[in-house]
T-cell receptor, first 113, second 116 residues
Framework: AQTVTQSQPEMSVQEAETVTLSCTYD???????LFWYKQPPSRQMILVIR??????QNATENRFSVNFQKAAKSFSLKISDSQLGDTAMYFC??????????FGKGITLSVRP | NAGVTQTPKFRILKIGQSMTLQCTQD?????MYWYRQDPGMGLKLIYY???????DKGEVPNGYNVSRSTTEDFPLRLELAAPSQTSVYFC???????????????FGEGSRLTVL
């Protein structure tokens, strides 16, 4: 079984600044994927970034990057140059070989103008 | 480029009524999933399917049934609706039959169900 923990229920950041969202996970799998999904008020689930556990290099997608610490089972998301459109709920998720995606409870991010 | 399509988007049910949430995907994915999202919470897996004719329970299957007669369709049936089933429901798919498999799930837009 997998568990994903997001301990911060909400965060706020000034536009153009950088913010880091925390996530820890637990899995017995050796090969797994980690994801960050964004859910804006439209409630659509949008993939932000993915990390394959066997890759040591941290994934990066434009303003979004992760800090993947495999031994510590930590997977934080850094958003640089925050924009108003980044305001959303963000979910960390883990997927093992059984293909079931397990989500954390999410964090509400507000970007202030 | 439809992706994953869910219907209806909104529905109000009375206690004890039954209904089916429809889900179809046109990406030739093997795996399909149903999740529910309660306010302020993450998504919890109800049922999933790894291919036509194969289904399995997730974390919260009670009060629901599914079937997978084709690769494209994965309907979710609510029998004897209860207020505890008030939620937003998401269908998702993954695992294309042809590589590459990036591991991610592709989600529908969600269906908001209220049971009164």
């Amino acid at each position: 079984a997998q568990t994903v923990t997001q301990s911060q229920p909400e965060m706020s950041v000034q536009e153009a600044e950088t913010v880091t969202l925390s996530c820890t996970y637990d899995t017995s799998e050796n090969n797994y994927y980690l994801f960050w999904y964004k859910q804006p008020p439209s409630r659509q689930m949008i993939l932000v970034i993915r990390q394959e556990a066997y890759k040591q290099q941290n994934a990066t997608e434009n303003r979004f990057s992760v800090n993947f610490q495999k031994a510590a089972k930590s997977f934080s998301l850094k958003i640089s140059d925050s924009q108003l459109g980044d305001t959303a709920m963000y979910f960390c998720a883990c997927r093992g070989a059984n293909s079931k995606l397990t989500f954390g409870k999410g964090i509400t991010l507000s970007v202030r103008p | 480029n439809a992706g994953v399509t869910q219907t209806p988007k909104f529905r109000i049910l009375k206690i004890g009524q039954s209904m089916t949430l429809q889900c179809t995907q046109d990406m030739n994915h093997n795996y399909m999933y149903w999740y529910r999202q309660d306010p302020g919470m993450g998504l919890k897996l109800i049922y999933y399917s790894v291919g036509a004719g194969i289904t399995d329970k997730g974390e919260v299957p009670n009060g629901y049934n599914v079937s997978r007669s084709t690769t494209e369709d994965f309907p979710l049936r609510l029998e004897l609706a209860a207020p505890s089933q008030t939620s937003v429901y998401f269908c998702a798919s993954s695992h294309p039959r042809q590589p590459p498999n990036t591991g991610e799930l592709f989600f529908g837009e969600g269906s908001r169900l209220t049971v009164l």
